[in-house]
């Protein structure tokens, strides 16, 4: 990390956590303090969001924050273990007249100094967070932890400069006219003189603040780089003519509120305009971290090796992976490109008990009983037994029989679960369970037999039951599988052993026969030792299960509801208690949050303790709840401001109103000091001093909220629409049903920010130190009221939007002989609309958040959808239920079907006459069998899938498709009923003629 000039007058950032105003500021002394500790900060492209994104309530502004250790006295990990190299990696040093600079090279696997071939070369350009001294910042983030998880799939030499520049707008980092670019350039030289690198391949890429740079170096050199890979960049559209000749791949993420899509669109635009043929690929979905998808493509990482020019220009769209917590058993198919867990090393900083708590009821019970069979794996339910020596007698002659080779094997059909006092009663049903015995050897005194193979198969009629009575508990943040019990018993009419393919005997009497049959006889009298050897292997069953436990960890579910486009946290969740009781299962978790940055992560981490409710007091609905406390926001937050990171630019924000506040000329008539003598440079830095906060809006605020604070001025800035509409079926955070929640499409709580400082630092020469001219505190409210949309049949948006006008209190100082002088009330009153006026437009730009919640899948075919989302302190809960399962006829003939469910008789025959869509409500997916022209179709519908009987677009007689999710969901006419022989499916309004590719249903099809 880039470190300030030490002075004796200077302390360390402890001193951050500070108020920027106080009643007396003593001197230049403390004014320059504030602006030496300042050079150590991260200032972040869109860190605005920190502000605008979480509002405010008031607050006094002396008020102090709780008290910290100053960083002198708190210990933090050394930079060399905090980021350790990984392998590949080695660190350097660049020497020129200003000192040395350190940077990192990745050297790929089979490299050799000394041998003819050259390698091609990637300069990689950090982010904004990434600036500093220590030279290994810029590998946690982007191009380094992904070369780092899977090194093998990187054969090119990459080079990591690093920003030294922590003061200035993070955009103008790595410009082409900066000397850290200037010094980029020249490590780069280095690099091609010193290793075997081929001078004609290299590839300049960046992330960000790098992504910027990416445009800016290249256009200013185009002939140095073989290619350029921008990745969620920006910057001067008028400058990339010169780039016309260059291959260009750039990525930006649709939902990146950081640095918007529309900068690359540009960039990319103007390119086409001046004859260049660029790729510009947009992840639908994809945030400012859209580095994590990028990086680990297989096409890119081949293309970056030998860049060639495509053949016209591209813009496309591809989809968002969806993220890991969407699969809670088994795999979800996903769409494009996977992610992989490419983070810096996660070093603990911060504990948060009760964050977060998962609910499965009755009904999410029955939902998994029946996906088991389709997720347990054929592994789970195979295995090996230890060989085993017995002793028997016949005529009087003594054999030791001695059975090797053993293995097991199972189908599992069904899946029961009984959950009371405590105890997980896990009942499987089992067919065609099979002990195979390789090898038999019969010993005795003057005889021997060897035989083999044979099999014992259990099962073979109807499933046997094996159960196991698990007491599952907590013990050091892990699930701890305690096995209490085990049954099973095999039924005489249900088994049976298979005579040995061969027997081979020596000694005098012994027949093949015999020892067949005798071998067969014992193993039907050896039943209760079988019946152990299985319930043996339940043990390691368990095992198994608990080690799957153990495996999850990381959470993008919490991570998901960050409301920040930058610093998203790094979170492990871990279970903290549990509940088994009444048919329902509880698991309350914390949550672990990784240091944002590496080497600022402290030796120990802080315990948050006092958040959420204890598990007595959750409520225990039939469907599945996963809670979340939004309060976990203030500890988190507390670490962006810990950890120096809660600040930025006012340039950075890119937002013109806010542009006023850096502005000279602005501010000549608020600072009395500059109306006759202004200095030559300023610049405005915006910096969140305490941590955010969640307040509930069903608790009004005091009255007399302002009766503490000494603040001449007041007022509400009303943010704007978002300009983002989407439809909403029944209208607040219900959805399709239209029943309220508390705070239903009011406001549910608030976003609350006790203290946010525009700080103005001047000097009259570039190469003199920033001191503090002026600083405005102000507090802000920013109320949110929760939505969950339902565009379609399938699709459901999680939304936070703003909810009625901010509510906003400032009070001002400027420094006039080195004494801290409240500012006028109408100066203060100006500064106070100006940040008014920034602060709509950037609420007009989108939602405070918005997330895509896809079903949560339970193997192939089951799967829960989210229908509720509200707001009852201290969790913001997310109700998922079983989705319908929709049949439409958009054809003009009558459908004839017939339905079963996995354990069920076949139903029917249902009618579906032309023009309606039948509805099925049920915890498990529907097996189809349509009577049709073309004869007997017969599918698996999954639970939450549309399908449609329809012609096809080339003609020909009606058969069944998946529909295309477009439009909204049809309303049922009648409440539905369960098919397959327990009732007749529901009928509802016509469904919309899907016109989509002619593929056949994608669904699961059974020969009929």
């Keep these: 990390m880039c470190k300030a000039e030490q002075t004796s007058d200077v302390p360390a950032d402890g001193a951050l956590r500070r108020p920027l105003i106080e009643s007396k500021l003593p001197g230049d002394r403390a004014m320059r303090r504030t602006a030496v500790n300042t050079r150590r900060i991260m200032a972040v492209p869109a860190l605005w969001a920190i502000l605008a ?110 920003c030294e520049d922590v003061d200035g707008p993070a955009r103008a980092g790595w410009l082409a006219d900066r000397p850290d670019a200037r010094r980029a350039l020249k490590i780069l030289d280095q690099v091609l003189r010193e290793d075997a690198a081929d001078p004609d391949r290299v590839v300049l890429t960046g992330w960000s603040m790098g992504g910027y740079g990416t445009w800016s170096i290249a256009a200013a050199h185009p002939r140095r780089f073989a290619a350029i890979v921008p990745v969620s960049g920006g910057g001067d559209p008028t400058i990339v003519r ?46 400012h971290d859209v580095w994590k998808q990028v990086y680990i493509r297989d096409d890119l990482i081949d293309w970056m090796q030998r860049p060639t020019p495509f053949e016209q220009p591209i813009v496309e769209t591809e989809p968002l992976p969806p993220p890991d917590w969407t699969t809670l058993f088994g795999q979800t198919a996903t769409v494009g490109r996977p992610t992989v867990d490419i983070h810096a090393p996660f070093i603990p900083a ?339 001093q305490r941590a955010l906060r969640v307040q509930d809006a069903a608790v009004p605020p005091p009255k007399d909220a302002t009766a503490d604070v000494p603040a001449e001025n007041e007022s509400n800035a009303a943010p704007a629409a978002s300009g983002e509409h989407e439809p909403d079926e029944g209208g607040g955070s219900t959805g399709a049903t239209g029943t309220a929640t ?86 203060t009153e100006r500064v106070q609309r100006q940040f008014q006026r920034g602060w709509q437009q950037w609420t007009g730009t989108g939602p405070a958040s918005q997330l895509q919640i896809p079903d949560l899948k339970f193997g192939p075919y089951s799967a829960l959808r989210i229908e509720s989302a509200d707001w009852r302190p201290p969790y913001l809960r997310l109700g998922f239920e079983i989705p319908p399962i929709l049949l439409s006829n958009t054809s003009d003939q009558t459908l004839r079907y017939f339905t079963r469910g996995p354990y069920s008789d076949w139903g029917g025959p249902f009618e579906l006459p032309p023009g309606e869509t039948h509805r099925f409500r049920i915890p498990y997916p529907l097996i189809y069998r349509g009577e049709t022209e073309y004869g007997i179709e017969e599918y698996t519908l999954p639970m939450g899938s549309h399908s449609e009987f329809r012609r096809p677009r080339s003609g020909g007689p009606p058969r069944l498709f998946q529909a295309r999710d477009e439009s909204p969901a049809t309303q049922p006419s009648q409440p539905s009923e369960k098919p397959s022989g327990e009732g007749a499916p529901t009928a509802n309004r016509p469904a919309p003629r899907s016109d989509h590719h002619e593929a056949r249903h994608p669904l699961t099809s059974h020969a009929a």
Aim: hydrophobic share 45%.
């Design 53 to 162: 994104t979480l509002g405010v309530p008031r607050m006094p502004v002396d008020a102090q924050p709780p008290a910290d250790p100053p960083a002198e006295e708190r210990e933090f990990l050394p930079v060399e273990q905090a980021i350790p190299l990984p392998p590949g990696f080695v660190e350097r040093v660049f020497r020129d007249e200003q000192g040395e600079h350190k940077y990192v090279v990745f050297l790929p696997r089979g490299y050799d100094a000394d041998a003819a071939r050259r390698w091609p070369v990637v300069m990689y350009l950090h982010g904004a967070s990434e600036r500093g001294r220590d030279g290994r910042l810029p590998i946690t983030v982007g191009l380094g932890p992904a070369i780092a998880a899977q090194p093998e799939r990187y054969p090119f030499i990459a080079v990591f400069p690093q």
């Design 350 to 688: 911060l504990r948060i008990h009760n964050a977060l708590y998962l609910h499965l009821g009755r009904e999410a019970l029955e939902v998994i009983e029946y996906a088991l069979p389709d997720v347990v794996s054929s592994q789970a339910l195979s295995g090996r037994v230890d060989d085993f020596t017995d002793v028997t007698f016949a005529e009087g002659r003594q054999f030791n029989i001695t059975f090797t080779g053993i293995g097991y094997s199972a189908t599992l059909h069904r899946v029961r679960l009984q959950l009371d006092d405590g105890i997980l009663t896990v009942h499987l049903g089992l067919r065609d369970v099979t002990l195979r015995i390789e090898t038999t050897y019969v010993v005795g005194a003057q005889h021997s037999a060897t035989a083999g193979p044979i099999e014992i198969v259990i099962g073979h009629q109807r499933p046997v039951w094996l159960s196991m009575a698990i007491r599952p508990r907590v013990q050091r943040r892990k699930i701890r599988l305690q096995l209490q019990s085990t049954r099973f018993s095999i039924p005489d009419d249900n088994w049976y052993v298979t005579a040995p393919a061969w027997v081979a005997v020596r000694g005098f009497g012994l027949t093949r026969q015999r020892v067949a049959n005798g071998l067969v006889q014992g193993l039907y009298g050896s039943k209760p030792r079988i019946e152990r050897q299985i319930i043996d292997a339940v043990p390691r069953f368990v095992e198994t299960l608990q080690q799957q436990l153990d495996a999850v960890g990381r959470s993008e579910f919490v991570a998901a509801f960050w409301p920040l486009p930058v610093y998203r946290p790094r979170l492990r969740v871990w279970p903290q208690a549990l509940r088994v009781d009444d048919g329902q299962f509880t698991l309350v978790m914390g949550i672990t949050a990784a240091a944002l940055r590496a080497d600022r992560a402290p030796r120990q981490p802080r315990e948050i303790e006092h958040l959420g409710l204890s598990i007595d007091r959750l409520p225990r609905p039939d469907h599945l709840v996963a809670g979340i406390a939004p309060g976990v926001i203030e500890p988190l937050t507390q670490m962006l401001v810990d950890e120096n990171l809660a600040r930025i630019d006012i340039r950075d924000v890119r937002q013109p109103e806010l542009d006023v506040l850096a502005d000279p000329d602005f501010w000549r008539s608020i600072i009395p000091a500059w109306k006759d003598r202004p200095p030559r440079l300023i610049r405005t830095e915006l910096s969140l």
């Design 242 to 287: 010169s780039l016309k000749n260059v291959p260009v791949w750039a990525f930006h993420g649709t939902r990146d509120f950081a640095v918007r899509a529309d900068e690359s669109r540009k960039l990319v635009q103007a390119l086409i305009d001046a004859g260049g043929r660029p790729r510009l690929t947009l992840i639908e979905g994809g945030d």
């Design 742 to 827: 508390p705070h239903a499409g009011e406001a549910s709580f608030r976003f609350v920010a006790p203290s946010v400082v525009l700080t103005v630092f001047a000097r009259n020469d570039a190469e003199a130190p920033w001191t503090v001219a002026a600083a405005v505190d102000m507090t802000l409210q920013q109320p949110v009221s929760i939505r969950l949309l339902k565009p379609s049949f399938e699709r459901r948006i999680f939304r936070l939007d703003w909810a009625g006008p901010a509510r906003l209190t400032a009070r001002g100082r400027f420094l006039h002989d080195h004494t801290a002088t409240p500012l006028s009330p109408q100066a």
